[in-house]
């Protein structure tokens, strides 16, 4: 083979912490906040944000919602849409993280962004959704948004970190268009 066919593919050293530290640097400066509301991750999106040291000037908090009902209940996700097509779906992410930003606003000052996590990390299947079926949402004054459905390959704690990985860079994504003046990210 010859050295011109050769590509090079730069791999990431990027690690979760420094995508966390990235976010809460970014809300910081914008004095924006964000709140969480998790449900295959388990709380491991509050638990990223929350290791960056000065993460209180920016998280609010948020909800493990890991029980549908309480999807309803403290979020607000629509009933008939559950009904209709299982809480593994986009608009129940979307849902989700309009949710989190309504439960963790207080003292007349609304929470800047939400995230909602919603998917399957296994061992088995839900809804008729396989192991690693993954919706992201991210939600802000202008609206939300819900990316997927992502495939993550691999065990349960596998499926969950890509998870958290995945929410916490579509956020410092939405973030950093925003900081460039594009409002119409979500």
């Known amino acids: 083979m010859a050295t011109a066919d050769l590509q090079y593919i730069q791999s990431s050293t990027e690690t979760l912490f420094d995508i966390a530290t990235d976010v809460i640097s970014l809300l910081r400066s914008s004095h924006e906040t964000v709140g969480v ?3 295959l991750t388990g709380g491991g999106v509050m638990e990223a ?3 960056v040291p000065g993460a ?3 998280f609010r908090g948020g909800v493990v919602s890991y029980a549908t009902p309480l999807k309803q209940l403290l979020l607000a996700v629509d009933a008939e849409l559950i009904v209709r097509e299982g809480v593994i779906h986009a608009d129940v992410a979307a849902q989700m993280a309009e949710g989190a930003r309504k439960v963790t606003t207080f003292d007349g ?4 962004w939400g995230i909602g996590t919603t998917g399957v990390a296994g061992p ?4 008729g959704k396989p192991v690693g079926t993954v919706f992201i949402g991210i939600a ?3 609206g939300s948004r819900a990316w997927g459905p992502f495939r ?3 065990p349960r704690e596998r499926v969950r970190e890509a998870t958290i990985i995945e929410a916490l ?3 410092r994504d939405a973030l950093n268009m925003r900081s460039g003046g594009d409002k119409t990210i979500v």
């Open 49 to 51: 944000l929350t290791s």
């Open 152 to 154: 993550f390959p691999g």
């Open 124 to 127: 088995d299947s839900q809804d």
């Open 56 to 58: 209180s000037a920016a």
């Open 109 to 112: 000052s609304p929470t800047t």
């Open 37 to 39: 509301a998790e449900s």
């Open 169 to 171: 860079a579509k956020l």
């Open 140 to 142: 802000s004054p202008e």
